[in-house]
Every structure is written in C-alpha cells, then in structure tokens.
C-alpha cells in the first residue's frame, strides 16, 4: 500500500490515544486496524511463499516486537486452519541506529548470540521483521540491511527473507525493497505501534507523525 506525500493523514480527534502525547502529535498516518488488517495479509502471503519450510523468526527489537507478534499470531492462525502445520521459532536481535531523530553512521548489532543457531540454519527459513526505524536505511544507503543480512549470511540459512511493517521514501533511493511490506510511506518520522522516538510513544497503537513539540520535548 503506497501512501503519497501528499496524503494529509487522519485528525488526531477521530482516535483515541495516550494522553501524555497530546500536543506531540501532527497527525495519524496509519491506524491501528489497517495495520492489523495489512499484517493479516502479509501473513497469508508468507504462508502461500514458503512451501514445507519451518521457520526461524528473527524479530528486531524493539521497534519490530508488535508488528513481529501480529504478523506470528497470524500464520499460527493460518497454520492452524489448515492441512499443512508450520512449525515456527522465534529469536530476537536489537540493532541501534538512531540518535534523536538522526541516523548514526555506526549501527551496533546487540542481543542473543546468533552462533547458537549453527547447524540450525542450514535447513530453515529465515524471515526479519524489521521496524520503520530501519527503512531509511534500506531505502537509502542500505547500509541497516547489508550489515544485517551479511551477519545471518555467515550462519548460512537455507533461505532469507524480508519483512518490514515500512518502507520509507528517500531522496536517494538504492532500489531495494523487503520480500513482504506493509506500507510505502513519505520520508517522516513516525512513532506509535512500538516503534519510538527517544523510548516514547510505543504504547501509541496508531502509526503517528511527531511534531517538533514531541522532538523537542523528549529529545536526548
């Protein structure tokens, strides 16, 4: 789903929200049942792709942790409904790329110790969930992703796939795009569905744009 730069989004006084955000906010870009809805599809499309393979899922924390759980909660669903059973693991990773509102120049990978999935991966399949947070990066220098995927690389998977809830839109574009994503948005900072600005607003369920009060406010 591509939403265009012109896309004024919903006023904040149709939703419910937190009320320690109020004054922090433009606007919702994208509530929380569109979202629900989008990952329940993305889901049936996973199912469809993956054939007999178990999976490994790799949630990137923290921003990715709901979109993770949603998009989990609903191929266990499928799975369910159907003859073939999916037999599902789920590990985490936490990478740190952002100060403020402003992408740092070195990412740091942090988290479980990925060697424990040696001999492991060789025959599953691994998918990403990645959070907003990184799809500037994808969608610009690749840089999140390359360092990423060329770490699980070492631990040669049988296969790799990409899930990301966004995909922002940059000035400078490096063509790559997730296997499965949600949404194409315009290059803004959002927060809310656990993804955060500074560790705030991943208790807002919409997807919101921050306003230079919240930036300000809760700048570090």
């Given at each position: 789903?591509?939403?265009?730069?012109?896309?004024?989004?919903?006023?904040?006084?149709?939703?419910?929200?937190?009320?320690?955000?109020?004054?922090?906010?433009?606007?919702?870009?994208?509530?929380?049942?569109?979202?629900?809805?989008?990952?329940?599809?993305?889901?049936?499309?996973?199912?469809?792709?993956?054939g007999d393979n178990d999976i490994v899922v790799l949630c990137v924390l923290k921003g990715g942790y709901k979109f993770c759980a949603d998009l989990v909660e609903h191929i266990?669903?499928?799975?369910?409904?159907?003859?073939?059973?999916?037999s599902?693991?789920?590990?985490?990773?936490?990478?740190?790329?952002?100060?403020?509102?402003?992408?740092?120049?070195?990412?740091?990978?942090?988290?479980?110790?990925?060697?424990?999935?040696?001999?492991k991966v060789s025959f599953l399949c691994f998918f990403l969930t990645l959070f907003f947070m990184f799809c500037e990066d994808i969608v610009g220098t690749g840089r999140t992703m390359k360092v990423l995927l060329n770490t699980i690389e070492n631990y040669k998977p049988k296969m790799i796939k990409v899930a990301s809830l966004l995909v922002k839109?940059?000035?400078?574009?490096?063509?790559?795009?997730?296997?499965?994503?949600?949404?194409?948005?315009?290059?803004?900072?959002?927060?809310?569905?656990?993804?955060?600005?500074?560790?705030?607003?991943?208790?807002?369920n919409h997807i919101c744009v921050i306003n230079d009060h919240g930036k300000a406010k809760y700048r570090v």
């Open positions: 789903i591509q939403i265009s730069d012109n896309w004024p989004g919903y006023s904040l006084d149709l939703f419910t929200y937190p009320q320690h955000y109020y004054g922090d906010l433009e606007y919702v870009l994208i509530p929380h049942g569109i979202i629900v809805d989008r990952t329940e599809r993305l889901a049936k499309d996973i199912v469809q792709d993956i266990k669903n499928l799975s369910r409904n159907s003859e073939r059973f999916i599902m693991k789920v590990d985490f990773v936490r990478l740190k790329s952002y100060h403020n509102d402003q992408s740092m120049q070195d990412m740091q990978i942090m988290g479980d110790d990925l060697s424990k999935l040696t001999g839109r940059t000035s400078q574009p490096d063509g790559y795009r997730p296997d499965y994503y949600g949404f194409e948005i315009p290059d803004l900072f959002v927060v809310g569905y656990a993804l955060d600005y500074n560790e705030h607003f991943r208790d807002l």
